[in-house]
């Protein structure tokens, strides 16, 4: 018996030692630890409200499958990424945020004490600049526009405001405010866009009450812009569309005023080309055609728009419609390009015509006064027929093309028949399909007169020691505001 018992007492205390060294209950899961930083690495520091934050788990007994973040630690939204860009709002000029983030192991365990970090949000102030190339010109009527951007490093949809004021900025009544979502302002007289000299303030406001510095324009601090308000004094605009340096623009003065008892003679003259190059637009002229542009011709009643051989089609597409559109008349003379091909829609926005010829009838049409070759012969007999000049412009007039009408234009003048034969350089083979050189849109009462020459080129020969033929240019433009556009 005490062998048996031996035996049985050494079996138990074999397999309670067993049990102790080989439980049979696993070790319950571990949750995952988190961790969390900001690039760059600073936990303290007065930052932006745009943050870069990285964060990464590691789990002891398995692997993490994603993370539960919150900017409260009471609203948590899950994520698979590992970083992410935070926005966080201002609000105030200076605010504290605190982020956290608790690893999620393969088996749902959240990390119970989640990763933190705590920002001190200082708000950088907002930032506005000038569009480039949108300078003011120094002389402008009774219409600006002013184009900006505004940005701001805590994000752009923080400006929330901008204050504008014209020429006072130490009187609060004279800021005047636009919502952030606005990048221009055009100004008018009702405005205070009063003849004389004018600076106009800018300034940006965001959502913490913080402004940008206040910046001008014009943009250089020595200078203003001055503004010329035709209100009154004169319904009659000359746009001056010439590069040459010849007599075109005292032709068109004295010529004007010589019309209809000086009725004409307080006309403004806006010239487009002067500081013009092939790549840029001219001084004076503003840099959005709509609204600046077209507001101002729409200050006048009348306009004379002349040109040379390469007038402003783009400025003319732009903004002639809308003067029409407003009651506004026309008389539009100019020389075309000398391109051999040419794309006349430009023409068709504002004019009676369908198309330009694509070729000139004559290379250089010469004077010849002793027959009438060089001569527009008006179609519709109550216009004068118009001669060559013979003036400083020289002795020719370059790469003349005929006009392809609408169907509703109205013809007024035609080319002369060519006393010369095609190879001479003459075009007698037109004499039967004659080149259309003038149109106007209506038989009666129309709002635009358009030839395709320059009127000055045409004006005849009063002078000493050369052929006296007859100026018929003062009696044309007569025709034209008097008779055909009802100035009185």
């Known amino acids: 018996m005490k062998l048996h018992f031996i035996i049985i007492t050494i079996v138990m205390c074999l397999l309670g030692g067993c049990s102790e060294r080989y439980p049979n209950q696993p070790k319950p899961n571990q949750p995952p630890s988190t961790f969390l930083a900001l690039v760059p690495d600073s936990v303290m520091r007065s930052t932006t409200s745009q943050q870069h934050l990285h964060w ?4 002891p007994d398995g692997f993490v499958k994603g993370y539960y973040i919150s900017l409260d630690s009471i609203n948590w939204t899950f994520t698979t990424s590992n970083d992410s860009v935070l926005g966080l709002k201002i609000s105030t000029t200076d605010t504290t945020y605190k982020f956290f983030v608790a690893a999620v192991d393969d088996q749902g365990l959240r ?15 907002p930032v506005v600049s000038f569009i ?17 951007h505004g940005s701001d490093l805590d994000g752009d949809e923080t ?25 221009r302002v055009t100004l008018r007289k009702s405005d205070g866009l009063m003849e004389g000299t004018h600076i106009f303030y800018l300034k940006a ?3 913490a009450g913080a ?18 308000d035709p209100e009154g004094k004169s319904d009659f605009l000359i746009i001056r569309d010439w590069t040459w340096v010849d007599d075109a623009a005292s032709f068109y003065s004295h010529t004007i005023d010589s019309v209809m008892g000086g009725r004409l003679n307080t006309a403004y003259v806006w010239d487009i080309k002067a500081g013009w190059s092939p790549t840029t637009r001219g001084k004076y002229v503003p840099a959005m055609i709509n609204p600046t542009f077209t507001e101002s011709i729409k200050l006048f ?4 728009w002349y040109g040379d051989n390469n007038p402003q089609l783009d400025i003319a597409q732009a903004a002639l419609p809308a003067f029409e559109a407003a009651g506004g008349k026309i008389l539009f003379t ?7 091909v040419f794309d006349p829609r430009g023409f068709g926005d504002f004019a009676p015509i369908d198309s330009i010829e694509q070729y000139s009838f004559v290379g250089i049409l010469q004077r010849n006064f002793s027959t009438i070759a060089d001569s527009v012969v008006s179609v519709d007999t109550t216009y004068p027929r118009l001669y060559r000049d013979w003036g400083t412009s020289g002795n020719g007039v370059a790469y003349l093309r005929g006009i392809l009408p609408k169907g509703n234009a109205h013809i007024i003048y035609k080319m002369g028949n060519s006393q010369f034969a095609p190879a001479a350089g003459g075009w007698s083979d037109r004499n039967t399909n004659p080149i259309i050189m003038g149109v106007q849109n209506a038989a009666d009462q129309p709002n635009i007169v358009f030839l395709a020459f320059s009127l000055n080129r045409f004006s005849g020969h009063e002078g000493v020691g050369n052929p006296i033929i007859t100026n018929n240019a003062p009696a044309f433009l007569r025709k034209v505001f008097y008779d055909e556009f009802g100035v009185r």
């Open 211 to 228: 402004y940008s510095q206040t910046i001008r324009m014009p943009i250089d601090t020595t200078k203003t812009w001055y503004v010329k």
């Open 301 to 304: 009643k009348y306009i004379l």
């Open 132 to 148: 480039a190339q949108s300078d003011v010109p120094d002389t402008t009527f009774t219409v600006a526009t002013f184009q900006w």
């Open 159 to 183: 400006v929330v405001a901008y204050y504008y004021a014209l020429d006072d900025t130490t009187n609060p009544s004279k800021w005047k405010s636009l919502t952030g979502d606005y990048s």
């Open 111 to 125: 990390d119970p004490k989640p990763a933190s970090l705590k920002y001190p949000i200082h708000n950088s102030p």
């Open 205 to 207: 406001r965001d959502v």
């Open 334 to 340: 100019t020389g075309l390009p000398q391109n051999p």
């Open 56 to 59: 990464w788990g590691v789990d």
